[in-house]
Nanobody
Framework: QVQLVESGGGLVQAGGSLRLSCAASGSILRINAMVWYRQAPGKQRELVAR???????TYADSVKGRFTISRDNGKNTVFLQMNGLKPEDTAVYYC??????????????WGRGTQVTVSS
């Protein structure tokens, strides 16, 4: 079993910055991908940023140039640096890891989410 815990959310004014973190613990052989999603009220969950074990990074068009995803492999932690925040970035942010564990094929784990609120 793998547990993900997000932190770093909060309330910020438009134009401000926040840094989200997601730390994994448990039985982990390899993390294939670390992904940040977000879900705003009344909207579907959407991919924000993704980083693979090979270092390939993708971003949603809406956050390119403002958000940066990075990782600390030694600590099984992924970060999302969010700059130039806009009210439309308001959402619950979730981390998702695709993990290979002993005796189990690749499996997706989710954190519980952290609220990001951007005021205008």
């Amino acid at each position: 079993q793998v547990q993900l815990v997000e932190s770093g959310g909060g309330l910020v004014q438009a134009g401000g910055s926040l840094r989200l973190s997601c730390a994994a613990s448990g039985s982990i052989l390899r993390i294939n991908a670390m992904v940040w999603y977000r879900q705003a009220p009344g909207k579907q969950r959407e991919l924000v940023a993704r980083i693979t074990s090979g270092g390939t990074i993708t971003y949603a068009d809406s956050v390119k140039g403002r958000f940066t995803i990075s990782r600390d492999n030694g600590k099984n932690t992924v970060f999302l640096q969010m700059n130039g925040l806009k009210p439309e970035d308001t959402a619950v942010y979730y981390c998702n890891y695709n993990v290979l564990s002993p005796g189990r094929g690749p499996y997706d784990y989710w954190g519980r989410g952290t609220q990001v609120t951007v005021s205008s």
